[in-house]
């Protein structure tokens, strides 16, 4: 059995945000019922207990949305009291959540302290950037309140990372981003290029980030990390992390990164499991949690279907020198031919372009970080 885990949208899509790009909600609105309803604490329990039966090591439980918060801080409460009830000594929990920090106050970031959650905040760099996507419910910026949520999780000392959704716009203003995020003392960065809806063309919606802008992005993102890093001063950027990780040896731990699938163990509001955030649509669902175990899910069909669906590599990438480092990236991000199976990623030309302009740094990069580690 292997270390799990499990991504849980105790609110399903709900939002009390209402972001110009989100994912989520393109997602739901494939699916028979966008909402699924909040999930209840006695479908948490089966969720603590699924995990528990089939973990290895570690079983961590991540909470997303939609806006994840929306169950109230009362049912975070009981859940954490339920893991206590149904630990194994043998097993690590770990507790994680995502969150646009709207609702966040003192006694949220006590409780995440308190109980070791480690927090996702999204927050699109300063404030002109940030409001052109991030919106309430109201259509007014949030900037204000996202900050405002940092600086209660820093008063706490609650470990948090910053994720920037990464849009054409965003990608021009990089170095505007990066340098804010270093001023504001932000350390643990993770920049998400924005997905657009499925099904649809790419190139439609205003954030469109095209293959050109990401490219030009990852390069400057890069040359301001390594400045930084040649000067000794390390910032976690979480793809890169994960670039030099692979140089080194190491298995990446982002599952975008790995080159294939793996089942992610996804559970909507009404106790749904699904193989990954970003198929949470009919066809995809392998079962509900209480019915089908996630070995017996991990086995079926439906996971199968999945994970084959990515293993496929295209001739261009068989011919790539840069296949052992990029691996086509994420499937979502892979075109989808006729014949229903997948094909190059959209962003190829982003990556050929990095790749092949900052192969001597990033190696030096490699030489830095083994020289910090030791
Ligand atoms: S679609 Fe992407 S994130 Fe989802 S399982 Fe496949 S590689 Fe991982
Ligand atoms: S750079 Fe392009 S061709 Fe090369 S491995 Fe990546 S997606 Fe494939």
Known sequence: ??????????????????????????????????????????RMQQV?????????????????????TLAGLDFYRRVVNMQRQMARPDVQIRNAIQTNGYLLDDEWAAFFAEHHFLVGLSLDGPAELHNGNRLDAGGHGTFNRVMRAARLLEKYHVDFNILCVVTGRNAK?????????????????????????????????????????????LVRLFDLWYEDLRAGQYISIRHLDNWLGILLGEQPEACNMMGRCSVQFVIEGDGGVYPCDFYVTDAWRMGTVGDVS??????????????????????????????????????????VLSDSTVGLNCYCEAYRYFFARRERQLADAVRLICHMRL
Not at 17 to 23: D, G, L
Not at 190 to 217: D, M, N
Not at 328 to 335: E, I, K, L, P
């Open 294 to 335: 996630f070995a017996e899910m991990q086995q079926g069909a439906v996971a199968e279907r999945f994970v084959k669906a990515s293993l496929d590599i295209p001739e261009e990438c068989r011919q790539c020198r840069w296949l052992p480092l990029c691996r086509n990236g994420c499937r979502r991000d892979r075109a």
């Open 1 to 42: 059995m292997p270390p799990v885990n499990i991504l849980i949208k105790p609110a399903s899509s709900a939002c009390n945000m209402a972001c110009r790009y989100c994912f989520y909600k393109d997602v739901a609105s494939h699916r028979e019922h966008a909402f699924e309803g909040m999930l209840s604490l006695d």
């Open 48 to 68: 603590i207990q699924a995990g528990m039966a089939y973990a290895e090591h570690l079983c961590s439980f991540a909470f997303q949305g939609g806006e994840p």
């Open 173 to 217: 203003s990089v170095e505007k981003i990066y340098r804010f995020y270093k001023k504001q003392g932000f350390r643990w960065l993770q920049f998400i290029p924005c997905l657009e809806p499925l099904e649809q063309e790419r190139g439609v919606e205003q954030y469109h980030l095209s293959a050109q802008e990401y490219g030009k992005f």
